[in-house]
């Protein structure tokens, strides 16, 4: 018996929309009826975050909303090519597997970077960033980079890990010959996870970093769990404090948040 | 329809394969089908027989397990525990892929939103992660894909074909 003709379409979406994107894209291989029923808006209406429109619509790309033809074709925009909010200081994607929100916070949104009134960065331009400018840092002796990040629009049950992505100008100093310390925590929690990091990779010791290939590196400087409802935000805080050696040449794109792969 | 202090009200359901089902009130009434059938027919005798011409024995005794454990699992205020899981669980493991089949085609047909949820969602999980064989055969499908049609979808959403389960 093929269920597929006695089975309504509305049915074998509802199916389509409890598994996954990527299944979604598998099953509509199977049959042009599957295919009708796992392309449509009623699938990936579901794939999409429950306020999509409003982020998309207060975002720089809101005419995407009247642009894609239909919900699938949302959903890759969205996984192909960041869209940006908070005044082009944030990008938002969806991992394409998944659905997932991915988020990157520019350095200028997401790093408080001076003490008191005094500055010990730049800020310049670079082709490779998604971001106008990007924080570089100027000669210090004591270094310290830290934020709190909003997670309010980051999906619910799920593992995030976040990242900060960096790399170094030509002239640089003081990161191979010191680690960093990196503490990580949930804002309003009391537990911190604390660890020390080489941000510039030393022959013979561990290189906690990644090359992303897109011009920068990056490293995890903490995980957490993104409850439903919950959005305390993370804390999150890089420092050298005893160095006496100077550091500099370090530049820093941003964090980004996106779910930890199991 | 019954009302307080009279007897329990039965229904009459006949299968397609001519089987005869008595079925309390309140189970039968889950069946959206069965329910829209008296509300038409508010005279229709005690003993009126329903025919349910597309559903057959096996898979409606099926429903009426789920259905009377579910109208139970509400009376007693149990709705959404652990014990109602715990049921589900049980229910479905037991159940071929033909049985599913047939429970979500007669439960679609009669109606029963609780219970299409929930065979939905088991479905869901079993085509999780699967090939394109795997559902096609799980389905019945004979897939009328032109060799050139099923091509474009499985190179366009390439990422999406790999590492799935072992059929």
């Given at each position: 018996m093929d269920m597929s003709v006695v089975l309504p379409e509305e049915c074998l979406s509802q199916i389509t929309s409890l598994t996954s994107p990527r299944d979604a894209c598998r099953l509509s291989a199977v049959s042009p009826f599957f295919k009708s029923a796992a392309d449509s808006d009623a699938v990936w209406e579901t794939f999409l975050p429950s306020d999509y429109e409003g982020?998309?619509?207060?975002?720089?790309?809101?005419?995407?909303?009247?642009?894609?033809?239909?919900?699938?074709?949302?959903?890759?925009?969205?996984?192909?090519?960041?869209?940006?909010i908070n005044s082009g200081n944030m990008s938002f994607a969806l991992e394409k597997e998944s659905g997932k929100v991915c988020c990157m916070v520019g350095a200028k949104a997401g790093i408080s970077v001076t003490w008191g009134s005094k500055s010990y960065w730049t800020w310049p331009s670079l082709p490779e960033s998604?971001?106008?400018?990007?924080a570089e840092l100027k000669p210090v002796c004591w270094f310290e980079v830290k934020g709190k990040i909003e997670t309010k629009l980051l999906s619910p049950e799920t593992t995030y890990a976040a990242y900060l992505v960096f790399k170094f100008a030509d002239s640089r100093n003081g990161f191979d010959t010191r680690p960093v310390e990196l503490c990580f925590y949930i804002g309003g929690m009391e537990e911190e996870e604390r660890s020390k990091v080489f941000l510039d990779a030393r022959a013979g010791a561990p290189n906690l970093s990644q090359d992303r290939g897109d011009g920068w590196m990056e490293i995890e400087i903490g995980e957490f769990f993104k409850k439903h409802g919950e959005d305390e935000g993370v804390v999150y805080n890089l420092f050298d404090f005893d160095g006496?050696?100077?550091?500099?040449g370090l530049i820093i794109e941003g964090i980004e948040l996106r779910p930890k792969s199991v | 329809?019954?009302?307080?202090?009279?007897?329990?009200?039965?229904?009459?359901?006949?299968?397609?394969?001519?089987?005869?089902?008595?079925?309390?009130?309140?189970?039968?009434?889950?069946?959206?089908?069965?329910?829209?059938?008296?509300?038409?027919?508010?005279?229709?005798?005690?003993?009126?027989?329903?025919?349910?011409?597309?559903?057959?024995?096996?898979p409606?005794?099926?429903?009426i397990e789920f259905c009377k454990a579910h109208v139970e699992f509400r009376a007693?205020?149990?709705?959404?525990?652990?014990?109602?899981?715990?049921?589900?669980?049980?229910?479905?493991?037991e159940k071929s892929n033909e049985q599913l089949k047939e429970l979500i085609l007669a439960a679609n047909y009669l109606n029963i939103k609780e219970m299409l949820d929930f065979l939905t969602e088991t479905i869901a999980n079993r085509l999780k992660n699967k090939?394109?064989?795997?559902?096609?055969?799980?389905?019945?499908?004979?897939?009328?894909?032109?060799?050139?049609?099923?091509?474009?979808?499985?190179?366009?959403?390439?990422?999406?074909?790999?590492?799935?389960?072992?059929?």
């Open positions: 982020i998309i619509s207060n975002s720089a790309s809101s005419s995407l909303l009247s642009t894609c033809s239909s919900k699938k074709e949302l959903y890759f925009h969205l996984s192909h090519k960041p869209i940006f998604r971001f106008p400018e990007v006496f050696s100077s550091k500099h | 329809m019954s009302k307080l202090g009279q007897a329990k009200r039965i229904i009459f359901l006949k299968t397609a394969d001519g089987q005869l089902f008595e079925v309390d009130e309140p189970v039968a009434m889950e069946f959206e089908i069965v329910k829209s059938f008296f509300d038409e027919n508010e005279d229709a005798a005690d003993d009126t027989v329903v025919p349910l011409p597309n559903v057959s024995a096996e409606l005794a099926g429903i007693n205020g149990a709705a959404g525990k652990d014990e109602v899981k715990k049921f589900n669980a049980e229910y479905i493991k090939s394109v064989e795997y559902v096609r055969a799980f389905f019945g499908i004979e897939n009328d894909f032109t060799p050139q049609e099923e091509e474009a979808v499985r190179k366009e959403y390439e990422w999406a074909f790999e590492g799935v389960d072992e059929d």
